[in-house]
C-alpha cells in the first residue's frame, strides 16, 4: 500500500470550501459594487511578472527575500505579484496612446509574499486595487477617500466603526524644509521609520529618529505630534459629510512613490491593529516605462483584515449556496425520471439538484436538511403514473401536493417573494 | 536616465484591459449561473500546491518539464497547480467525515503549465471545474453531459454547431477483452496512444500502435473504428433531448484516473480543433490521501478555446463598462460640488463619474462619446445657483433640462428600461 499523503494546504494559503468561497464572493461583489457605482471599470493580470518590474522600485531585499521569485527555463526572472501598482502603471503606460483619461480603473488581484505566516499576514491574500489616473485635482484625492469610506458603509460599518487619517507628503515636506531638512533620501528613510512607529517600543523610535536626523529628532516630533488641523482634503471630506477624518501628521505609508495625500483606515476597535486600507496620489507611476508621466491617486484594501473586521463585528450576512430543491426519488430506477424533473425545475429558473444515492429515503431527508435546503420533493413510481408531486418546505414543514404547473407557481412566487439568508 | 523597461507582460500570459477583462468575466458569468441553477456550490483553494499531489498521477516528466515547480526557501517543492482535479480530490478527503453527499462542487481556477505558447495554449488560464461526488448512478453521468450542454446552449450555441463525443472506459476494457487484451499498464499505453489520434499522420499512428499490441492491432482499429452505436448514457441523453450525441469508440481522453464515461465536446466547426470541454467518471479520485474511495463524475472546460469559439460565431455579446453617467464640470473650481452632485446620483443608483480634468468642455464631451458613455450632464456656476441641470444623452442627442429630482426620476426610468448593450 502506498503511503497517504497529507490533504493540507500549501503552508500560510486558505482552502476555500463552499462556505469560506461564498463569503470571499460577498466581499468581492461588495467592492465591485460599490466602485462600479463611481464608474470604475475592472482590470487584471497575470499572477506572473517580469522581476524587473519590482527591482527598481522596491529594495533588493524586498524583492529576494520577500517574494517568490525564481528563473524559468527561458531564463528569465519571474516574480508572483506581490502588489498591483506596478502591473497598473505596466498596463497603463503600455496603451497610453489609446486610452482615454480619466481613467478609473479597479483590480481583485490575489497577491504573493514570502514572509512568515501571521495572523492578518498570509502567503497568498486577495485585495481591492482602485485607481484614478489622469487627474491632479484635489477632488480626485477627495473621491477616493470617499469611494474607500463607501466600500466601509456597505459592508454594513457606521462611520462611528472606523477612522480615517490623511496626511500630504508635499506639506510633510514643507514642514521638514522648515526646520532645514531637504534631502530626499533623508526624507524617504524618515517616512519609512514613521511608518513603522506603531509597531516599535517609543525608546527604540526615538533612538533610530536620533540617528537619522541627529539634531532635529526633537523637532520632527514636534512636527508628527501637532495637534489635529485641517488641510484642503479634510476639509472638503467635511463639507461632503464625512466626520470620522483625521489630519494625523505621524501618518506615512511605507511605499515610496507617494507624492501628495495619503490616507489609511483604521477599525475604531483598537485591538485590530492592522489599516484596513491606505492609499494615496502619486505624480508619475510609469516613468519606470516612459517619459510621459501619469499622476493619479489610487488605494487598496485586503480581505484578510476586512474579513477579521466583519466577523468580529457580527456584520458578515448569512450567505446561502447549493440548490433550493433537492429531489429525491424513492428507488434509485427513477434517477432518470428525477433527472428529466430536475432539467423542467432549472427552465423555471429554480436550482435544482438530485440526490442519486440508493440510500434510505430518511437519510437522504436527513442529509437534505443538514445542508439547510429549503424545498425537498420526495417521489415514487405512483407519483410519475399520477404526474402529481409533493414539494415539502424544510423549514416549514408544509407540503403542496399537485401537477407540475401548480407547484411550480407556488415554488417561484414563494422562493422569489422570501429567501432564508442571502444567494448571491 | 534610466534604461525603460518593456510594457509586455510575461510570456505566454494575458494582460486584461477592461474590455477583455468584461468578457472573460461574462464567461464566469454564463459559467457560475448554469452551473449553479444545477445546484453546484463554488470552491476554490491557493495556486499553490504541494508538489508531491501530482508526482504520483501525473509523469515525472509531466511533474518537471511542464509544470511550475520550485523548490520554497522552507525547502517546500510547490506546484502551481496544472490542473484542477487532485486540488478538489485533498479537499474532499481532508473533509470527508464533516460532508454531506451527494457534493456537486464547481470552481474556476487559473491554471498554470510550462510549455510553448501557441494558439489555444496558454501558460495561464482559466477553467470551469464541475465534478459531482458520492454518486455511481448513470443519471450521474447523464446529469453531467447535460450540464456540459447547457452551458454551450446558454452561451447561446444551438445543438447543431456543437457534437458531444462519449466513450465508456468499462465496455473499452471489455472489448479489449473479448481480444484477449487484459494488462492494465498496456491498455494504459494503448488509451494515450489512441487520445493521441487525430494529433498524428495515420501512419506514424498505426505503426505505433502495432509497437504496442503488435498482433492486436487490427482487432484494436476495428473496435475503435466500429460504427456508432448506443449504450446507455447516449440512450438516456436520447431520452432528455440531446440529439447531437455519438458515440466515440475512439475517444480516450488523457488522464489514467477516469475508470467509466469519458466525455468530450467539439464544435461543429473542425477548423477548431481543440476539445471545448471533457471529463468523465473516476472510482477512486481520494486514494492519494486515504482508504475511503469516493468516486464521482467530472468535467473541464478552458476559457481559451470557447473564447475563440464565441468570437468566430460572433456569440460574444456587446458588453459595456464605466459609468453611465458622466459630469463635467466647466470650470476646475466647480470639482468639488461636481463630486457632490456624483455623491448624490451613486445613491439613486446611476453610476456616476466626474472628469476633474482642466481641459476644454468639447474635448471632455468628446471624449465621453469616445467612451460610450451614455449620458453627460455639464454645469457651470450658473446651474448650480439656479439648482436646475441639463442631462444629455449621447446617442440620441437629446437633453433633458430641470431640478435634480426631476432628471433623477427620468434617468432612472430610462435606464431601468433600456441599456446600450449588457452591464454584467
Redesign the interface.
Known sequence: M?K????????G??????RD??I??YIFKVWSQTV????Y??????????A??YR?KTSEEIVNEQT?T?I???D?E?TLRPEMTPTVA??V???KRDL???L??YSIP?LFR?ERPQRGRL??HWQLNCDLF??D????D??MV?LAD?LLKNFGLTSGEFIIRINDRKEMTEFYASIGLTDPATINILTRLIDRKTKLPLDDFKSELGNIVPEKAEAVLEIINAPDKENEVTK?LD??GLKNVILDRSLARGFDYYTGMVFEIFSSNTELKRALLGGGRYDNLT?????EPVSGVGFGMGDVSLLDLLESTGKLPQIK???KL?IIPTD?KL??D???L??AW?EC?I????????KALGKRLQ?AD??RIPYVMVFGTDEVVKAEYTVKNLTSGESQTGSFEILKNRLVEETEGRQDGLYL
Not at 497517504?4 to 503552508?11: D, G, V
Request: proline content about 6%; charged content about 30%; aromatic content about 12%.
Open positions: 502506498q497517504k499523503i497529507s490533504t493540507e494546504p500549501y503552508k494559503v486558505r482552502d476555500f470550501y463552499p468561497l461564498a470571499r464572493e462600479e457605482q463611481f464608474g471599470e475592472r482590470y487584471d493580470a497575470s499572477v506572473f511578472e517580469p524587473e518590474l527598481s517568490y525564481f524559468d527555463r527561458g528569465r519571474v505596466r498596463m503606460a503600455g496603451k482615454v483619461m480619466p478609473r480603473w490575489n514570502y502567503r497568498e489622469g487627474s485635482d484635489t477632488a480626485s477627495v473621491e470617499c463607501q472638503a463639507r461632503l516613468g519606470l516605462f516612459s517619459d449556496t447549493g440548490p433537492m434509485s434517477n432518470l428525477a433527472l428529466a430536475a432539467r432549472h429558473g436550482a435544482t439538484a438530485v440526490d442519486y444515492r440508493p442529509d443538514k445542508r
